[in-house]
């Protein structure tokens, strides 16, 4: 145990890696672990940080000018927050009020309905069916004054199927939130649905294959009209200059975000293969995580695992999860010692 701990820190204390916390190596929350992205070395060369005395653009205008034209939309059509969650809180406020129903299939990201009940809506949650596939017909006869889809969805890592959600987009009459946290790594995304719908609301991110998740960077794409009434509700300067100034940056960085995809692609394929010869079954995924389900307890497993410094995360209480595990993928060195980590633990072998 204590060798394998020598390791992990060793690794971790390298200057491309910063994935020490409590001496832990964190493979549970899917962040981008392999390695800085460009982008914040080169702004912190020419940033003017004797200017962070004023106030920063108060709609992030060139954050939002950069990304309509990365995405072929206008500037009209976006809007930008402090990560994905924020923009998941100003939707929410802006278009539940109490007693509104709120509606999504499950197991899905727990903070849609977090921030649903923050503003007190009725929740109705659906279950996913074989394959993980979307109850459409369940959630359409709701009737939901809002319903919040993840593509690919977070944990189960699958795409939902495409028809699934145009149908949800256009018979729906309240308003559709698709989440696109990991759509960088699937090659799929539904910008150009979302906007034909008259209630549709693409979330984005760069807490992920971009690699910025400490900055804290998110941005929603929707029609002029929709966007104008989260503005309304969204506080004046959110986005700090720094962050806007690395995110705008991020964007020229393409290259380096497809590389690190590919790569992620390939240990994804690795890890996949030696966890099912360890027993697990692994589902397939399109995120930069994969979802297995244990031949052990997943509660025992994942408190095993921390104690060996390696921290995974938990899904046993979720429905149709009992005894599952998400593990994030990171580079072959991590992924070696997490089943070097595992392997004793799920074969009775002493660790």
């Given at each position: 145990m204590g060798e394998l701990r020598r390791r992990s820190l060793e690794l971790l204390s390298r200057p491309s890696y910063c994935l020490v916390d409590k001496e832990l190596l964190i493979l549970n929350n899917n962040a981008n672990l392999f390695g800085m992205n460009p982008a914040v070395q080169e702004v912190a060369d020419s940033f003017d940080f004797g200017k962070l005395w004023s106030y920063p653009s108060e709609n992030s205008d060139l954050l939002r000018e950069r990304i309509a034209s990365e995405l072929s939309t206008s500037?009209?059509?976006?809007?930008?927050?402090?990560?994905?969650?924020?923009?998941?809180?100003?939707?929410?406020?802006?278009?539940?009020?109490?007693g509104d129903t709120f509606c999504q299939a499950i197991p899905t990201f727990?903070?849609?309905?977090?921030?649903?009940?923050?503003?007190m809506a009725t929740v109705e949650e659906k279950m996913l069916l074989g394959d993980f596939a979307l109850p459409t017909e369940d959630i359409l006869n709701e009737e939901a004054k809002m319903v919040a889809l993840c593509q690919?969805?977070?944990?189960?890592?699958?795409?939902?199927?495409?028809?699934?959600?145009?149908?949800?987009l256009a018979e729906s009459d309240g308003i559709v939130l698709l989440d696109e946290a990991y759509s960088d790594f699937c090659d799929s995304n539904m910008l150009s649905?979302?906007?034909?719908?008259?209630?549709?609301?693409?979330?984005?991110?760069?807490?992920?294959?971009?690699?910025?998740?400490?900055?804290?960077?998110?941005?929603?794409?929707?029609?002029?009209e929709i966007v104008d009434e989260l503005r309304h509700v969204r506080t004046p300067f959110g986005l700090n200059s720094l962050t806007e100034a690395v995110a705008v940056a991020a964007l020229d960085h393409k290259d380096w975000v497809d590389a690190k995809v590919a790569e992620m692609k390939s240990e994804r394929e690795f890890l996949t293969n030696k966890m099912r010869a360890l027993g697990f079954k692994v589902y397939p995924s399109e995120c930069n995580f994969i979802l297995c389900k244990a031949p052990v307890s997943s509660?025992?497993?994942?408190?095993?695992?921390?104690?060996?410094?390696?921290?995974?995360?938990?899904?046993?209480?979720?429905?149709?999860?009992?005894?599952?595990v998400r593990v994030t993928?990171?580079?072959?060195?991590?992924?070696?010692m997490l089943l070097e980590a595992v392997a004793p633990l799920v074969n009775g072998e002493p660790s």
């Open positions: 500037p009209d059509e976006v809007i930008v927050g402090n990560g994905s969650d924020e923009l998941l809180d100003i939707v929410s406020k802006t278009f539940i009020n109490p727990r903070m849609y309905k977090f921030y649903a009940m923050v503003n690919p969805n977070n944990p189960t890592g699958n795409l939902l199927d495409r028809d699934d959600v145009e149908r949800i649905e979302v906007l034909a719908s008259e209630h549709g609301i693409d979330v984005r991110t760069f807490s992920k294959a971009y690699g910025i998740a400490g900055l804290r960077a998110g941005f929603a794409i929707a029609r002029k509660a025992g497993l994942v408190s095993a695992l921390i104690e060996k410094g390696i921290a995974i995360r938990d899904f046993g209480a979720y429905p149709l999860l009992e005894d599952h993928i990171g580079p072959r060195e991590y992924m070696n």
